[in-house]
């Protein structure tokens, strides 16, 4: 454990900014869960709608730095590459 106050403040920083970060991904990851399952449904309506939310989260995601931008255009350019092979 540290002993100097700066550094038991960045432990606790750190850590709080694990949880925000952790969060993030978490709702990321589920935003794009919900695409997938719509397109694994069939039900393009759902998938588009369920991209616009996916889309925005991301944006979200890379705007607060916890993804790379370029990760986050990967993310999003997949998913819509899902949703507009639908037939």
């Known amino acids: 454990m540290a002993n100097i106050k700066s550094a038991k403040k960045r432990i606790l920083v750190n850590e709080t900014k694990a949880a925000r970060n952790k969060a993030i991904r978490s709702k990321v990851k589920t935003s794009i869960?919900?695409?997938?399952?719509?397109?694994?449904?069939?039900?393009?309506?759902?998938?588009?709608?369920?991209?616009?939310?996916?889309?925005?989260?991301?944006?979200?995601?890379?705007?607060?730095?916890?993804?790379?931008?370029?990760n986050a255009s990967r993310k999003v350019s997949r998913i819509s590459k899902a949703v507009n092979a639908m037939a």
Do not use: F, M, P, R
Request: no cysteine.
């Open 33 to 70: 869960k919900k695409v997938e399952v719509a397109i694994n449904a069939g039900d393009k309506a759902a998938a588009q709608a369920s991209l616009v939310s996916a889309i925005t989260e991301i944006d979200k995601a890379a705007t607060k730095g916890v993804y790379h931008k370029n």
